[in-house]
């Protein structure tokens, strides 16, 4: 997963986030969705994640695996309104723990 093609994947699937929140949400029963505002309100740490993980440095495991969880659960954050998780907090988290080399 801490493979550059992987991170790169990764990166890609977040910038689809970003870039398909301002878009009507396409007609779907089955389909889960982002938040719209969330999305809207952490696009710098967005951005900064999406950073980091193009980046040729080496980044923490754990960060990526947060990054990767964090993107693909449909309980979480990103997708569930009714969640009381921060989702900018756990965007943050994701940053903090990607961390340089030297931290892990």
């Not at 910038?15 to 089955?30: D, E």
């Not at 040729?56 to 659960?73: I, Q, R, S």
């Not at 940053?95 to 030297?102: E, F, M, T």
Request: net charge neutral.
């Amino acid at each position: 997963m801490c493979e550059l093609t992987a991170r790169w994947q990764l990166a890609e699937a977040w910038q689809a986030i970003l870039s398909t929140h301002q878009r009507p949400t396409p007609a779907g029963r089955w389909r889960v969705v982002p938040v719209r505002n969330r999305v809207g309100s952490a696009r710098s740490e967005i951005t900064e994640l999406v950073a980091v993980l193009c980046s040729p440095e080496p980044v923490a495991p754990a960060g990526v695996a947060m990054a990767h969880l964090l993107l693909k659960d449909g309980c979480g954050p990103l997708y569930a309104p009714a969640t009381e998780c921060s989702f900018n907090a756990a965007v943050q988290r994701c940053l903090d723990a990607l961390g340089p080399a030297d931290s892990w």
